[in-house]
């Protein structure tokens, strides 16, 4: 499934992902689940598997590893059993068994050899690693209240794909103006939903948003998803299209590693204010979320 199919089960789809990736640490029964997407958990199971290419479980244990997997990488001094319990494995026993037959190795000997979070492959864009030196204008630390974000979806890979991009806001822009719902405070985002450069490109998952300030119904592939508030390394750079990758290169290569912060476990974002562009370029800001 991606961003450009359309479905009358695709807002079903994306509403159990957006669910699971805030319940982790929950029991995420198919019972539940198929409540959620309206559906009886005899069907529901059979259409997620032939929406999205993979088990619904699969999905779920998936995400767990993946997010664990970075937890061991962001946050060294964290016992693993409390990463194993936050992303919703119900002792140590049956993460270190899931965890081996994923990555290859225990979850102690993935921390000591794999160093601290890798640069930009947590944030899934690839790197060329050639000139990859840009300078933001500014870094702030900010904390973001709750906000409402409506967005459209997409699944595989995007790495310098900025047609891909372009589509997908003028989709979500399209959907939004026909309804009346840009305003002065609207703001746009991009969340990038993966842990690290585990994930295979064809499960790869971004969200392109807009928040809104009113309820709004989700329809077909267009949905609804809630930032929650936290704190954030904001980081602001004037690029060109083939830059944004430099600009998270910076964050993560340059500016985390001697910050004094650690990354949380929520999502990464890219923000884009409103200015215009100047000479080629244009402001965006790098949100890292941090603890």
């Excluded at 009886?40 to 199971?45: D, I």
């Excluded at 225990?106 to 030196?133: A, E, H, P, W």
């Excluded at 709750?146 to 372009?166: A, M, N």
Aim: aromatic letters at 14%; proline letters at 3%.
């Amino acid at each position: 499934m991606n961003g450009n199919n359309k479905s009358p089960y695709v807002e079903q789809i994306n509403k159990v992902q957006d669910y699971i990736e805030n319940h982790l640490d929950e029991s995420l029964t198919v019972k539940h689940l198929s409540q959620i997407a309206s559906f009886s958990e005899y069907h529901f199971q059979r259409i997620y598997g032939f929406m999205t290419g993979e088990s619904l479980y699969g999905f779920i244990k998936r995400i767990r590893l993946e997010k664990a997997a970075h937890m061991l990488l962001s946050d060294k001094e964290r016992p693993i059993i409390d990463i194993a319990m936050s992303v919703g494995f119900s002792n140590q026993n049956s993460f270190a068994k899931a965890f081996k037959s994923k990555y290859g190795v225990c979850s102690s000997s993935y921390r000591k050899t794999n160093g601290t979070v890798s640069k930009t492959d947590f944030v899934n864009v690839y790197l060329d690693n050639q000139n990859m030196i840009i300078a933001p204008l500014k870094i702030e630390i900010r904390r973001e209240q709750g906000i409402k974000l409506i967005y459209t979806r997409y699944t595989g890979p995007y790495k310098g794909d900025s047609e891909l991009f372009s589509n997908l806001f003028h989709k979500l822009y399209q959907w939004v103006d026909q309804r009346s719902l840009i305003s002065a405070s609207s703001r746009w985002f991009v969340i990038y939903h993966d842990f690290g450069k585990e994930t295979d490109e064809d499960q790869l998952r971004l969200s392109v948003c807009m928040s809104v300030d009113r309820n709004v119904a989700a329809s077909e592939d267009i949905g609804i998803i809630n930032l929650h508030e936290g704190q954030y390394a904001v980081g602001s750079f004037m690029v060109e299209p083939s830059e944004y990758s430099k600009a998270w290169y910076y964050m993560y290569g340059k500016w985390l590693p001697t910050s004094g912060h650690k990354p949380d476990d929520r999502f990464s974002l890219e923000h884009y204010p409103k200015v215009e562009e100047q000479g080629g370029k244009r402001l965006v800001e790098i949100y890292i979320p941090i603890v």
